[in-house]
T-cell receptor
Framework: EAQVTQNPRYLITVTGKKLTVTCSQNMNHEYMSWYRQDPGLGLRQIYYSMNVEVTDKGDVPEGYKVSRKEKRNFPLILESPSPNQTSLYFC???????????????FGPGTRLTVL | AQTVTQSQPEMSVQEAETVTLSCTYDTSENNYYLFWYKQPPSRQMILVIRQEAYKQQNATENRFSVNFQKAAKSFSLKISDSQLGDTAMYFCAFMERSRGTYKYIFGTGTRLKVLA
């Protein structure tokens, strides 16, 4: 089944304890992206990646890191989480251009993160 | 900068009735894409409908249709014969391709409740 997976789905942690949220897609998509969703603010882009080893900042990158060593994986790293990073996080991917691409994003199931 | 505005934070509709969710956007681009995503209580982001800006014909998907007014920069979603399963948060999104990458902007969402 074609899908985007995220792990963990729920995480409660404490300030300053490094964590990684994994994201994997099995659709051979080139473009991947991370968003955070907060009440009243919609979804805001954190980082995106156009391909392996190519990443760039979105609108709210502060406090986050990403890597893209393989096409299918795009982990989100919080080196020193703070309470203002408590949020719902989504990973998403888009098919390659020109290959039945509809430029539509496919979303993972979301990760609910709480930083105490 | 592109912006997406959803001016109705919450709406309700009786089962089997019709409801329209509004969305306006601002851009100086001529080629772009517009989307409506549904987020039920499960938090999964589900694509409802998609509209290419270069197409004059309004997109439809079963009970869901849009009223796309390019000059007015308006992209409303009409849900006909509302069902209890339509209860969800709905996000309007704008997307453009720029320099080989994608730029997605989401609205703040409209919470729709379908009443029995």
């Amino acid at each position: 089944e074609a899908q985007v997976t995220q792990n963990p789905r729920y995480l409660i942690t404490v300030t300053g304890k490094k964590l990684t949220v994994t994201c994997s897609q099995n659709m051979n998509h080139e473009y991947m992206s991370w968003y955070r969703q907060d009440p009243g603010l919609g979804l805001r882009q954190i980082y995106y990646s156009m391909n392996v080893e190519v990443t760039d900042k979105g609108d709210v990158p502060e406090g986050y890191k990403v890597s893209r060593k393989e096409k299918r994986n795009f982990p989100l790293i919080l080196e020193s989480p703070s309470p203002n990073q408590t949020s719902l996080y989504f990973c998403a991917s888009i098919p390659q251009r020109g290959k039945t691409s509809t430029d539509t994003q496919y979303f993972g199931p979301g990760t609910r993160l709480t930083v105490l | 900068a592109q912006t997406v505005t959803q001016s109705q934070p919450e709406m309700s509709v009786q089962e089997a009735e019709t409801v329209t969710l509004s969305c306006t956007y601002d851009t100086s681009e001529n080629n772009y894409y517009l989307f409506w995503y549904k987020q039920p209580p499960s938090r999964q982001m589900i694509l409802v409908i998609r509209q290419e800006a270069y197409k004059q014909q309004n997109a439809t998907e079963n009970r869901f249709s849009v009223n796309f007014q390019k000059a007015a920069k308006s992209f409303s979603l009409k849900i006909s014969d509302s069902q209890l399963g339509d209860t969800a948060m709905y996000f309007c999104a704008f997307m453009e391709r720029s320099r080989g990458t994608y730029k997605y902007i989401f609205g703040t969402g409209t919470r729709l409740k379908v009443l029995a």
